[in-house]
């Protein structure tokens, strides 16, 4: 009865922090809500788990609710706030803000607006968008940061690693150069490796084209 209680609370916490999707339109609960939820779960759980008698475990499970909820949603509110402010810094620069089920933020950077064709030299007009991103990252300091760079199918394997890799490397090194801790980035070279587009056509080959910049939720905040 105790595990049914909690999960009906959980659920009520996940429900009452709905929100409206931006791009459907439809309800959905926030990462803040769901956090709570998770965290009510997993700390009645655990207090429960830890008591000696009935009664014992019964004031623990509640104290382990109150604190796992509160742990919880500060980190869902925390990345639910970053998105938000992002998605207001970059509207319009065409880069895309993506919202993954484990909390993490997406930054997907198209190449004909960060690059010059096959080169890694970041282009001078796209300076601003990524010092919108820094002021985020460094108001969110508590994030780690991993930058990806990707390339089309076209051309040697080889060649296409490089230019990936020196192209992460470029946005990271630029995102320290305007006060983001180094120690946060970690930048990668994925060449060909991870297409989200159909590599036959010249459409989905620009979109493979591509630099991630993806936040990660801390384990706290």
Known sequence: MR???????AATIAVTGCTNNPYTGQSQASKAAWGAAIGVVSGAALGAATGDNK???RERALRGAAIG????GGVGAYMDVQEKKLREKLQGSGVGVVKNADGSINLV???NITFPTGKSDIRGDFFETLNSVA?????YNKTSITVSGHTDSVGKDDLNMKLSQDRANSVAQYLSSQGVAGSRINAVGMGKSQPIADNNTENGRAQNRRVEIMINAPESV
Do not use: F, N, Q, S
């Open 3 to 9: 595990a049914i209680t909690m999960t009906a609370l």
């Open 55 to 57: 009664k014992d475990r």
């Open 69 to 72: 909820g509160v742990v919880g």
């Open 109 to 111: 950077m198209p190449g």
């Open 135 to 139: 002021l985020v990252l460094k108001e």
